[in-house]
């Protein structure tokens, strides 16, 4: 039940920062504190699909989690050092 829990929250933060992105890079526009929030986001997402039962949902949510993270950390490294 928490690896169903985790892969919404995750989706729903997956879903906000595909938003986000698009709003970044497409119409410049930077708001700091959505990035805190994503980024608690996929935490959670991240320690509850730990805590979670072995199913399709927990490994979903474990990888993309980390892809994602990674992913973001890449795109707005240059944006972050420039502030």
């Known amino acids: 039940m928490k690896s169903e829990f ?5 989706l729903v933060t997956t879903c906000l920062f595909i938003v986000y992105l698009y709003a970044f890079l497409v119409f410049s526009f930077y708001v700091p504190y959505v990035d805190l929030i994503l980024f608690f986001g996929f935490i959670w997402a991240f320690v509850k699909a730990r805590e979670g039962e072995k199913s399709i949902y ?5 990888c993309g989690t980390v892809v994602l993270v990674i992913l973001y ?3 707005m490294h240059d944006f972050w050092r420039g502030i």
Not at 6 to 10: C, P, Q
Not at 58 to 62: D, F, V
């Open 6 to 10: 985790a892969f919404k929250v995750f």
């Open 58 to 62: 927990r490994r979903i949510t474990l």
């Open 73 to 75: 950390f890449f795109i």
